[in-house]
């Protein structure tokens, strides 16, 4: 089974140009999550799309942060214009939701391995 | 809102010997609790994960993490590290959002560091 895959994988920008990030979860995975990860930190959630509606954005910096997953599968991040802060790692993960037996719980995450963006 | 506590910034242990990664959570009701590993350069992989049961649960590369309600604890645990360990170890509790699906909250991490 392919795993989530993530373009590029490494962007080098300048502050205030634009930048687009791309991935493809697994096949099948209804449930999408783009998360921010500074160096340091955790990963934070950015967006999360069930099927092609997002499920939750309180987390995405609006004006200028934006994201779609137009057919519901492959998913693109778009920063404009970005800034030093937005210096991170952008990880992409999916899911399916799976009702075991007798007990409701969410099914794992699959991470893709991520894009480096370095804003100068 | 639930949170995730992982103590220790950076472990240094001797190949061979045991490990104990400290993770405590904030959540009210019962939570989902979800160790991940991040070598460099790469994405998350799952090592365990729990929901409910036995409060002891087993993972993969010989991990285990006991879930402990009364301390909000699920700490990670090795009885012997390979040099192969040493990566950045995360600890996560997901959420119902309601009622319909969930978000994980990921801890700041610690990254372990192995001496020959």
């Known amino acids: 089974e392919a795993g989530v895959a993530q373009s590029p994988r490494y962007k080098i920008i300048e502050k205030r140009q634009s930048v687009a990030f791309w991935c493809n979860p697994i096949?099948?995975?209804?449930?999408l999550y783009w998360y921010q990860q500074i160096l340091g930190q955790g990963p934070k959630l950015l967006i999360q799309?069930?099927?092609?509606?997002?499920?939750?954005d309180s987390q995405l910096p609006k004006d200028r942060f934006s994201a779609e997953r137009l057919k519901g599968v492959d998913s693109t991040l778009k920063i404009q214009p970005a800034k030093l802060e937005d210096s991170a790692v952008y990880l992409c993960?999916?899911?399916?939701?799976?009702?075991?037996?007798?007990?409701?719980?969410?099914?794992?995450?699959?991470f893709g391995p991520g894009t480096r963006l370095t804003v100068l | 809102a639930q949170s995730v506590t992982q103590p220790d910034i950076h472990i240094t242990v001797s190949e061979g010997a045991s490990l104990e990664l400290r993770c405590n959570y904030s959540?009210?009701?019962?939570?989902?609790l979800f160790w991940y590993v991040q070598s460099p350069g790469q994405g998350l992989q799952l090592l365990l994960k729990?929901?409910?049961?036995?409060?002891l649960v087993q993972g993969i590369k010989g991990f285990e993490a006991e879930f402990k309600r009364s301390q909000s604890s699920f700490n990670l645990r090795k009885p012997s590290v390979h040099w192969s360990d040493a990566a950045e170890y995360f600890c996560?509790?997901?959420?119902?959002?309601?009622?319909?699906?969930?978000?994980?909250?990921f801890g700041k991490g610690t990254r372990l560091h192995i001496l020959p």
């Open positions: 729990y929901f409910s049961g036995d409060t």
């Open positions: 959540y009210g009701a019962t939570p989902y």
């Open positions: 996560a509790v997901g959420a119902r959002v309601r009622n319909r699906d969930d978000k994980i909250i």
């Open positions: 993960a999916s899911r399916t939701w799976a009702r075991r037996r007798g007990v409701e719980g969410t099914d794992t995450q699959y």
């Open positions: 096949s099948g995975h209804a449930t």
């Open positions: 799309f069930q099927n092609n509606g997002v499920v939750d």
